[in-house]
């Protein structure tokens, strides 16, 4: 339930810590006196956008503060779960909004950072307000099919169908996705099996271009290389004054010199490894040379394969990797479209296995509502009884859908007949306000016991009743606050009088400032605000607000 709301500069009320209790709690005062702004506050605490104008004049911002005790927070927990924000401590849910002159709005939940959306989901589960032109969820025949499934238990049975309706729903998506490419033209086909086939007689491999390249190079400068070598030999061992000649005549002299002078021996230790490797190395020097071809045709080879691989880089990727992986896409693709066909099949059998299973959980979730719509509908009409609604009639029918919706086989449709006399018709054609509002009572009525949400709130909705209709509505909605929070916003006495705990919302001048403020009412104060609420404050007023105090 509601504990504490809290305002702060919010149109006339300047600062307000309101501690409710349990039952039904009514609050009452003068036309403009600001009851309305009790209202507000927990709509701003339900997520409802804020208008700047709200924040009382001359000040920054205003806050709006909402502290719930909750019995069970498992639900609660959930959404809370949902959106990544801690749960409640302690059974208690704490929501804040600050509203800001200059924009800077601000909500918070536990005291951690939320969104409108956060407080929009948790507000479905704490609070249901109702004014009166606020119908539009009794009106709702998705509403209504809700509250049917409330009355008949079965959210096991419509869990159960929901989870089937989105798996056919997948299917069907998937099936769609397939059909669509089935269209793909004859010319992607052909482009298709083109770029594989330029791919594929390439045959490129990833490690070649290395090798290429080099072979290329080689071969593209052979003449230069052969000039080289031929220079390179010809120093080495060609003719007088050539490097080995020149070695030769050193080896003959060196063993001399050794005979002569043992240290002059010990210069030329490395003499001889070194004349062994300058002869191999002219002997490398020609094989090499001689292995070397020049032949044009190779060239033009290495040039055309160069240009094949630059080619599919530069169409289908920037390395032969990217080629290889375009490749493979592309195969995938090809091997898609042409495989469509069985696809299609498996797809479409798998659309129909679902579909059978979404109609079995349908009919079991249908079965279900239609043995509750019949008892809902002669509780609902007792209940519109006690309203007034004494020779009025009220049923609830189930039509099939052409196709299955996200809730079922079917929708539900409230029939009211009024009058006597007249033609029942949906109850969203035909309804005034007074009787919508006498209507949403017996409906809350009759699904008091399955209803979960622990406040109800009712803005003025017992407006266009007065006398016996007016304490029938009192009794209603007291009989509701044996199992819920009632809060209610009313300008009947006879409504008044059975509250648990009534306040007095009133308008003062201080300062050439208007405030409104909020007090209890017990005692005397009580018997003066329903004496006036009757029209008076003589004797016979304080005297029937005595005797309904009393009743």
């Not at 482009?191 to 290429?212: G, N, V, Y």
């Amino acid at each position: 339930m509601l504990t504490v709301l809290k305002i702060q500069n919010l149109a006339l009320v300047e600062d307000l810590t309101w501690e409710l209790g349990r039952g039904l709690v009514c609050v009452t005062g003068e036309t403009g006196a600001g009851k309305s702004v009790i209202v507000g506050a927990l709509k701003l605490v339900l997520g409802e956008r804020a208008d700047r104008g709200l924040i009382r004049s001359g000040e920054e911002q205003c806050t709006v503060e909402a502290v719930f005790h909750l019995g069970n927070t498992a639900e609660v927990n959930a959404i809370l779960d949902q959106f990544g924000l801690d749960p409640c401590e302690d059974d208690t849910l704490v929501i804040k909004r600050v509203i800001g002159a200059s924009g800077g709005n601000r909500q918070f939940v536990n005291c951690g950072p939320a969104t409108l959306q956060v407080l929009k989901a948790l507000g479905g589960s704490l609070v249901d307000l109702h004014g009166p032109h606020d119908h539009q969820s009794l009106l709702s025949r998705d509403r209504q099919l809700a509250m049917l499934d409330a009355y008949a238990g079965c959210q096991s049975a419509a869990t159960a169908y929901r989870q089937a309706y989105r798996d056919w729903r997948v299917a069907v998506e998937d099936l769609a996705a397939a059909s669509e490419q089935r269209q793909a033209s004859d010319q992607e086909i052909d482009l298709l099996q083109h770029q594989l086939e330029e791919i594929e007689q390439a045959d490129p491999k990833p490690e070649e271009e290395t090798d290429l390249e080099q072979t290329y190079q080689v071969a593209s400068n052979s003449r230069r290389i052969l000039e080289l070598c031929a220079r390179v030999a010809g120093r080495l061992n060609e003719g007088p004054g050539s490097i080995l000649d020149g070695l030769e005549e050193l080896a003959r002299l060196a063993p001399e010199l050794g005979r002569l002078d043992n240290r002059a021996a010990a210069l030329f230790e490395g003499f001889h490894a070194a004349h062994v490797e300058l002869q191999e190395l002219a002997g490398a020097i020609e094989q090499y040379a001689g292995g070397l071809e020049t032949d044009p045709a190779e060239l033009a080879a290495l040039e055309e394969r160069i240009h094949v691989l630059e080619t599919l880089k530069r169409k289908y990727g920037g390395s032969i990797e990217a080629v290889l992986e375009r490749r493979d896409q592309m195969a995938a693709r090809l091997a898609g479209i042409e495989g469509r066909e069985q696809t299609l099949t498996e797809l479409q059998q798998q659309v129909d296995q679902r579909r059978q299973a979404l109609d079995r959980a349908g009919v079991a979730l249908h079965q279900q509502r239609q043995a509750a719509a019949a008892p809902l509908a002669e509780e609902i009409t007792a209940q519109l009884a006690d309203l007034g609604f004494r020779q009025s009639g009220f049923s609830l029918t189930l039509s099939a859908l052409e196709q299955p919706g996200p809730s079922g086989l079917e929708e539900a449709d409230f029939i009211f007949a009024p009058n006597p006399g007249e033609p029942a018709q949906p109850l969203r054609l035909i309804a005034s306000s007074g009787e919508m509002s006498r209507v949403m009572l017996a409906v809350k009525s009759a699904l008091a016991r399955q209803d979960s949400i622990p406040l109800l709130v009712f803005d003025e909705i017992d407006a266009n009743v007065g006398g016996r209709i007016a304490q029938a509505v009192g009794r209603k909605m007291a009989a509701l606050a044996a199992t819920h929070q009632v809060i209610s916003i009313t300008h009947l006495p006879q409504v008044a009088a059975l509250a648990d705990r009534q306040y007095l919302v009133s308008k003062h001048v201080e300062g050439e400032r208007t405030r409104s403020t909020l007090m209890e009412l017990e005692g005397e104060a009580r018997i003066e605000e329903l004496a006036r609420m009757l029209g008076g404050e003589d004797r016979s007023a304080r005297a029937h607000a005595l005797t309904l105090l009393q009743a």
